[in-house]
């Protein structure tokens, strides 16, 4: 893994959160994200992505005040454009199955998919789902998957990783930051 005085991968990069338990881990992943990714960091909540994890947090993490919802009605810049058009890239993660389908019917529900829609077909944007397997192998997220691949957005697939129900290694986890990082670098590449 590159250390902070290497290179960034880019200028600006929006990480959006969601309802997926694995929401719990990501501040310390935020913060190592802004070492190696990016100078400026922006984090995107969902409601239910507050459940998992604290807006405060992220927004100690990250820099810069983490935005929910509610901030697109109070904060005169208008968030899910400004964010979308400074953007180098937007990286979703964890990616629930709620928020793959908003997404991939342009059902702009949320300040996320609001901001999704928004953004420049020249920017990538970057799902990394995580979801319980049989949620995964689910027909239907399998269908918006496919509608987004289609649409060309990208998709880093689940990995196995430890279950917090039992402990047990099973399938539906985020990739390590090492290689999401050698995937987004190849994204930026392209
Ligand atoms: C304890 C708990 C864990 C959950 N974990 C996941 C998960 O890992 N992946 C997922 O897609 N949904 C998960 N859900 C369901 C989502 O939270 C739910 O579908 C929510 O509406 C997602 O909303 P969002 O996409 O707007 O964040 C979980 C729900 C609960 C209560």
């Not at 070492?35 to 820099?63: I, P």
Request: with cysteine; aromatic share 6%; proline share 5%.
């Amino acid at each position: 893994m590159e250390t902070n005085t290497s290179p960034k991968l880019c200028s600006t990069i929006v990480v959006g959160i969601t309802g997926a338990v694995a929401a719990a881990w990501m501040p310390e992943r935020v913060f190592a994200m802004r070492q190696v990714f990016a100078s400026n960091l922006h984090v995107v909540l969902t409601e239910a992505a507050t459940k998992f994890v604290s807006s405060f947090a992220l927004s100690l993490v990250s820099g810069n005040p983490a935005l929910m919802d509610r901030d697109m009605w109070t904060s005169l810049d208008i968030p899910h454009i400004s964010l979308a058009k400074s953007a180098d890239i937007v990286l979703i993660m964890p990616a629930s199955a709620a928020t793959l389908s908003r997404c991939a019917s342009a059902r702009n529900s949320d300040l996320l998919s609001t901001l999704i829609s928004a953004v420049p077909s020249s920017t990538p944007v970057v799902f990394v789902p995580s979801m319980n397997e049989n949620m995964w192998r689910n027909p239907l997220v399998s269908k918006n998957v496919k509608r987004l691949r289609s649409a060309g957005y990208h998709i880093i697939e689940p990995v196995d990783a430890i279950e917090l129900s039992n402990g047990e290694e099973s399938f539906g986890g985020m990739v390590d930051l090492e290689r999401l990082f050698h995937e987004l670098k190849a994204i930026l590449a392209d």
